[in-house]
Each structure stands twice: as structure tokens, then as C-alpha cells.
């Protein structure tokens, strides 16, 4: 990793856990001289009125996505769920409630401010069929062929290494798996410069992909079926869209495999 890359990612780091701690406080995640700036586009308000009172009121307060991924992978009963720069835990939570006590939903989030509130708002909501891990989604630390949906709510925008983070959501994949992603995708037409004018990097915007960029990403790595659908403008050319695929049910596809994500920490202990 480049010592640009390495100084983003500390960059979104630190304005992430500035958020958590905020919220911790008793404040919203927007709120604070180093948290995330967001509008309507972003955040709590994208669900739904009963889906937010059923959960901890810092699990919606902490949502900085520009979407609702829980409803966009239309998870089942029995489901393994993960859901990739979990945050406070609000999409977490939805989804236990949805694939029920037969399932089970994973967080992943690279924050430790964010994984001790998640970790509350756990506590809060009685959620047993939750597990947290710490780690990057370029290195997701599970196995191959383990989870049956991966979610993600405007996290994968933020990566530098957006290819190695989409053969790593094909690899923990099985056999005819699928992703539900919502996330900030942007104009064929801009340019990479014209994307940092519109906004800045840990706000989802400069990091953003195009649309073919994004289809292209996902078909090499593999996934198929690919669906890009705009929901809202975020932006002057930049949307939140809803991103579906699915892994085949035949896995003849060869992809990278991140160093030390084979064992869970689980199974590691």
C-alpha cells in the first residue's frame, strides 16, 4: 500500500471514530469539529420510521450511509449476512432481525470508537445472533465460501484498493451468494478530478467510482448479473445507488486472496 493510500485511510479512520465518539457523548454523528458532515442525502433518515424505532436510538443516530442495504439484499430467514464498514451497527441489527435466529449477521469495521459502540448498541438491542470483527475490508477475516450476502452502506466509495475489496467480497462468498450494496457512484462523464471538486474523500464523493467502472470492477472479480440502479443525487453528477450481483453457483472464477483472511478469529483463538 502507498504512503498516499496509507494516510487516506488513516484520514477516514480518525473522522469515523471522531463520529463515534460524538454519538457516545450523546451527540449525532454530524455533529463535532471532526465528525462527518452530512445532509439528507446521508444517514438515520433513509429508513424506515419503524425500522429506527426498533433499535438503539446511537445505532441510528451513528449512520452515515446513503442507503438502506438491509432492504436492497432482500435477506432471508436462516441467512449469513456480512455487512462490510459496519459502523455503529444499525445495518447489523436489521439484518439479525431479518434472517431471525437461524442466521447469523457479521460487522466488519477497521474503528475501534466504532466497534465499542456497536458492541453497546448490540448489548442494547439483545442481538445474539451478531458478531463484530476488527479489520479492513481489503483483508475481510473470514473464509472462503462462508457468507451467503454481503451488505455495505457507502463504505467501499472510501477504499483505495476497491479491486482487492471486490475479490474479497468474492471470495468469502458461496456458490451463488450475492451483494447488496448501497454506495455513492458517480457519472460516466467526470473525471476522477472533477469527482474531488464535488466533495471530499472520507465524505464518499472523490473516491468514488463511475458507473462502468464500478459494473467493470465487479466482472472481473468475477460477480455476474450485475445491477447499478441511482436512487438520489448526492451530488452535481454523483448519486447513491443501489449496487446488486451474485457469484455463480458454479465457481470457475480464480481471484486474489488477501493475506491472512482464510481463519476467523474464532477459529484462530
Known amino acids: 500500500m502507498s504512503d498516499h493510500s496509507i494516510d487516506l485511510r488513516e484520514t477516514v479512520r480518525k473522522r469515523y471514530a471522531a463520529a463515534a465518539v460524538q454519538v457516545t457523548e450523546g451527540g449525532a454523528a ?7 458532515e452530512i445532509d439528507d442525502n446521508f444517514g438515520g433518515g433513509l429508513y424506515a420510521a419503524d425500522e429506527r424505532e426498533a433499535l438503539p436510538a446511537e445505532a441510528v443516530a451513528a449512520s452515515l450511509g446513503c442507503g438502506n442495504p438491509t432492504a436492497v439484499a432482500e435477506l432471508h430467514e436462516g441467512e449469513r449476512v456480512l455487512d462490510l464498514g459496519s459502523g455503529g451497527g444499525i445495518d447489523v ?6 434472517v431471525g435466529p437461524t442466521g447469523k449477521a457479521y ?8 466497534l465499542a459502540l456497536a458492541l453497546a448498541n448490540q448489548r442494547k438491542a439483545g442481538a445474539t445472533n451478531v458478531e463484530f470483527l476488527k479489520g479492513t475490508i481489503e483483508a475481510i477475516p473470514l473464509p472462503a465460501h462462508t457468507i451467503d450476502v454481503v451488505i455495505s452502506n457507502c463504505v467501499i466509495s472510501l477504499s483505495t484498493d476497491k479491486p482487492t475489496v471486490f475479490a474479497e467480497m468474492y471470495r468469502v462468498l458461496v456458490p ?5 450494496i448501497s454506495d455513492v457512484v458517480s457519472d460516466d462523464a467526470l473525471t476522477p478530478a472533477q469527482r474531488a471538486e ?20 465487479l466482472t472481473e472479480a468475477g460477480f455476474r448479473d450485475v445491477e447499478l440502479t441511482p436512487t438520489h443525487a448526492v451530488a452535481d453528477g ?6 446488486r450481483a451474485t457469484k455463480p453457483a458454479t465457481d470457475a472464477h480464480s481471484t486474489r486472496r488477501a493475506p ?10
Not at 30 to 35: D, H, L, V, Y
Not at 93 to 98: N, P, Q, V
Not at 176 to 180: D, E
Not at 201 to 217: D, H, P
Open 238 to 243: 454523483m448519486h447513491s445507488a443501489i449496487v
Open 107 to 114: 460487522g466488519l469495521d477497521m474503528t475501534e470508537e466504532m
Open 93 to 98: 441489527l436489521l439484518s439479525a432481525r431479518r
Open 260 to 269: 491472512g483472511s482464510l481463519r476467523s478469529p474464532a477459529e484462530s483463538a
Open 30 to 36: 454530524c455533529c463535532g469539529p471532526q465528525a462527518i
Open 176 to 180: 451463488g451468494g450475492r451483494i447488496g
Open 198 to 217: 464535488r466533495g471530499d474523500y472520507v465524505g464518499c464523493i472523490a473516491g468514488a467510482l463511475s458507473f462502468a467502472e464500478y459494473r467493470e470492477g
